[in-house]
């Protein structure tokens, strides 16, 4: 259930990140988890056949939902998680192969993409929000 942000009667603001962020942010998380099970179970796994590393795309996939709908609770605690993300590629920028540093490189501009986004979108939501109540202010003041 979203909370009711407004302080004026009869005035409802509900914490919804606006168009065009929602999409983009669910076509990079999906583009993310895609890599990500790709990386980890075909294209270099940490062992032969897939690796349990592949289930570090659950949250992803639990964010999706959230994501789309463009509920700014999501993006809260997206903005949070997504570091993880960032933080497990630059660890493996360091491999030890030519392909596992390559493949890191691209998770890396995943992650950081994604990022980007989450924070655009919670940005617009949050300018979205003054402007409203700015002009709910302004009409019951006339």
């Known amino acids: 259930m979203q909370k009711n942000l407004s302080s ?5 603001i509900t914490p919804v990140v606006p168009a065009p962020w ?3 942010a669910t076509l990079a998380a999906v583009a993310l988890m ?20 592949a289930l570090k795309v ?8 959230g994501l789309y709908a463009g509920r700014i609770y999501t993006y809260k605690w ?5 570091w993880i993300y960032v933080g497990e590629s630059l660890v ?4 030890l192969t030519p392909s596992e ?12 993409a ?11 939501q949050i300018k979205h929000h003054k402007k409203i109540a700015a002009e709910s202010t302004g009409s019951n003041s006339i």
């Open 92 to 95: 493996r920028i360091a491999g």
């Open 8 to 12: 004026t009667a009869g005035v409802s």
């Open 101 to 112: 540093r390559l493949l890191a490189w691209n998770s890396l501009a995943l992650s950081i």
């Open 58 to 65: 659950l949250p992803l996939a639990l964010a999706l939902r």
């Open 22 to 24: 929602p999409i983009l």
């Open 78 to 82: 997206m903005s949070l998680v997504i």
């Open 114 to 124: 994604l990022a980007i986004l989450i924070l655009a979108g919670a940005r617009a």
């Open 34 to 53: 895609i890599f990500g099970l790709a990386w980890e179970l075909l294209l270099d796994p940490l062992r032969p056949g897939g690796s349990w590393l």
